[in-house]
């Protein structure tokens, strides 16, 4: 188990999950996912957040022990993403004296989510007013659109702790062993990845304050080295590439088009000592695939034509890069047909919606197999995918 020691006064009561397939529905987790809330025990006691409905007995297990008798005064609530808020309405139920405090775009969410508002009971805060629950202060920063429009973030400036909601998040569960930048990377592109101006504010925000810990709502506790995981989410924010390196992706049908591919990586190992990373589209995790398409600065789409479009899983592919604004990368193209290739034009077109992408001649265009006339295109576009 990672260590989840805050401080003597703020405990962690957050759940792993280990038995989630897939977070969202969608992105494969194989280390599970943690859903972190917190404690702060003073003249007013705090909880920070809640979590998801699949770790509910745990959850109140684990906040009973740090009550120890006494009874929450605030439930604190940063995001109502269901995964962090599916419990609120039972907290609220299980501690009637217990106000809530959200920001004004929050509640109504909470009626949508519950029925109810909790009118009456609920305290509504706005950017930089403060909390005070006795030694300790919550100033509040809201942070709409890192990921939804109600996020805000809170600072505790006694024991300089920022409560991050999603921002500095990743994939996994506390007691994975596994590198920090991998999985937070692949979170931060897929879920967060599309909202980098609004992250760029809310690092701007973080910039005036001195934190010395910070505590997000999925992922390990930021307790050293806060320098590194804020200059990753600056990089990633600002859409720069991570890494100098070539991300060649496939899609292929009987294997002609993967045969091609492979050829290339071949080719430009061969000439490079820069990294080259390869994907299989339709059998490799998409999420993945999107995190190394922003971390890399060049990148090379290779696609047969299929029904007069593109094969669906690069399509499918393109469209996820566009949705999470991918920009300022190089891209390659390499298009297969048997009598009608066009799978290079269309991945273009799809390519020019997006901002500051240098798009490399030439089209690489392979007639069902790799032959002399293909391969010296290849080679062409090898040495301009170096040039760069």
């Not at 599970?32 to 109140?60: C, H, P, Q």
């Not at 050293?224 to 899609?251: H, M, Q, R």
């Not at 995790?285 to 995190?291: R, T």
Request: aromatic fraction near 10%; include cysteine.
């Amino acid at each position: 188990m990672k260590d989840t020691t805050i401080s003597e006064n703020i405990i962690y009561i957050g759940v792993d999950d280990k038995t989630i397939d897939l977070f969202e529905s969608q992105y494969i987790v194989p280390n599970g996912v943690s859903y972190n809330s917190y404690l702060i025990k003073d003249d007013k006691i705090t909880i920070m957040d809640t979590v998801d409905a699949r770790a509910t007995d745990e959850w109140f297990a684990n906040l009973d022990k740090a009550l120890d008798g006494r009874t929450p005064d605030y439930l604190v609530v940063l995001h109502m993403e269901p995964d962090h808020a599916a419990n609120i309405a039972k907290a609220a139920e299980k501690y009637p004296q217990m106000q809530i405090v959200a920001n004004a775009k929050t509640f109504p969410m909470m009626k949508q989510f519950f029925g109810t508002d909790f009118a009456g009971r609920n305290v509504t805060v706005a950017e930089g007013e403060t909390l005070s629950l006795g030694s300790h202060t919550l100033t509040f920063v809201m942070a709409p659109m890192v990921h939804w429009p109600e996020v805000m973030v809170a600072y505790e400036s006694t024991e300089k702790i920022l409560f991050s909601a999603d921002a500095f998040g990743k994939f996994g569960t506390l007691d994975t062993e596994e590198d920090w930048t991998c999985e937070a990377r692949r979170y931060y592109f897929n879920i967060v990845g599309k909202y980098g101006v609004q992250v760029q504010a809310l690092l701007k925000k973080a910039s005036a304050l001195d934190i010395q810990m910070i505590c997000p709502l999925h992922g390990p506790i930021l307790k050293e080295n806060l320098g590194f995981y804020i200059d990753k989410y600056n990089t990633w924010s600002s859409y720069e590439p991570e890494d100098k390196g070539i991300f060649v992706a496939c899609a292929s049908i009987h294997g002609n088009t993967k045969a091609a591919a492979e050829k290339l990586v071949e080719k430009l190992k061969a000439k490079t000592d820069l990294k080259v990373a390869f994907t299989d589209l339709t059998r490799e995790d998409m999420a993945e695939a999107v995190e190394d398409a922003f971390r890399y600065d060049r990148l090379v789409v290779c696609c047969p034509t299929y029904d007069a479009g593109l094969f669906p899983v690069m399509e499918d592919f393109l469209h996820h890069l566009k949705a999470k604004n991918y920009q300022k990368r190089t891209v390659g193209f390499v298009e297969n047909g048997t009598w009608a290739p066009t799978a290079g034009k269309q991945m273009r077109a799809i390519f020019e919606g997006m901002k500051n992408i240098q798009m490399l001649e030439p089209t690489v265009t392979i007639r069902s197999t790799l032959n002399a006339d293909s391969e010296a295109q290849m080679d062409a576009l090898v040495d301009a995918l170096l040039a760069e």
